[in-house]
């Protein structure tokens, strides 16, 4: 897997990519289920799978005193997208200019002009831009004003409880490091 660190370092030769977007912090069942979708979808048309995450967590740029601890390193997170085939990973600096940057300028500027994705998908809880005030919608708005197709992938579930970072981080904060495990999808 090629790993690309800052938005100046994108390579070209991106053509044909399916792009996913987020922090992914553990790489859980959830997140495991959106990549193994593009993964899939990359395969199927001879394109490549594409991650975009962030480092550092937002909330520990915006917010320090309420960032969440982190489930892994960004190593280790690097390590299991690879494991799940996917083919590169743009880590994106985040920093207080990019928190500034509207949902739109972030979707036009960033996502389109700089990776040129055929397609696009996306968690549940999908949100982007300055104060997250992008949403699923105006990425698809925008996704067909640009000419890229952007999906969602449904929530997943593990024995009625919502497969998510903050759910995995309960879990070990409470000592279920079986349940947390199970949300995980490893140990």
Not at 58 to 76: D, K, W
Not at 135 to 148: A, M, P, T, W
């Amino acid at each position: 897997m090629k790993v690309v660190y800052g938005l100046a370092e994108i390579p070209t030769g991106l053509q044909r990519c399916i792009v996913t977007i987020g922090i992914f912090d553990g790489v859980h069942l959830g997140h495991q289920a959106l990549l193994r979708h593009v993964v899939a979808r990359a395969a199927e048309i001879g394109g490549r799978a594409v991650v975009m995450t962030f480092n550092p967590h937002p909330l520990e740029v915006l917010a320090p005193n309420n960032a969440p601890r982190q489930i892994q390193t960004l190593r280790q997170k690097l390590a299991i997208m690879e494991c799940l085939g996917i083919s590169s990973t743009l880590v994106v600096p985040f920093d207080l200019k990019l928190a500034q940057t509207s949902a739109y300028d972030f979707a036009t500027k960033i996502l389109w002009e700089r990776l040129h994705p055929q397609e696009v998908y996306v968690g549940p809880n999908f949100a982007f831009g300055h104060r997250r005030e992008g949403s699923f919608k105006l990425l698809r708005e925008i996704g067909e004003e640009k000419g890229f197709w952007v999906g969602k992938i449904h929530q997943v579930q593990f024995r009625g409880t919502r497969v998510s970072s903050t759910a995995v981080r309960q879990a070990l904060l409470s000592g279920q490091v079986a349940f947390a495990r199970r949300l995980l999808g490893r140990p």
